[in-house]
């Protein structure tokens, strides 16, 4: 849980934006786009096998070079 505390002499805007950047680092804003539509588990397992095999071929280039 994500909890800002309003400091001495700030306005509330300010307060607000170190909110949006703690929810953005803590990747809850993220957790919740992915959450927002149930995924089967063999898409989820498939986007994960997909996502493994694009960065082991860009290491692959990458040690080419």
């Known amino acids: 849980m994500v909890k800002v505390l309003v400091r ?3 306005s509330i805007q300010e307060a607000v934006r170190r909110f949006g950047k703690l929810v ?13 539509y149930y995924e089967k588990p063999s898409d989820l397992k498939r986007r994960a096998r997909l996502r493994a095999e694009r ?8 040690v080419q070079d």
């Not at 953005?24 to 927002?36: A, H, N, V, Y």
């Open 55 to 62: 960065r082991s071929l860009k290491e692959k280039l990458l």
């Open 24 to 36: 953005m680092r803590s990747g809850l804003k993220k957790e919740m786009r992915r959450r927002k």
């Open 8 to 10: 001495d002499r700030e």
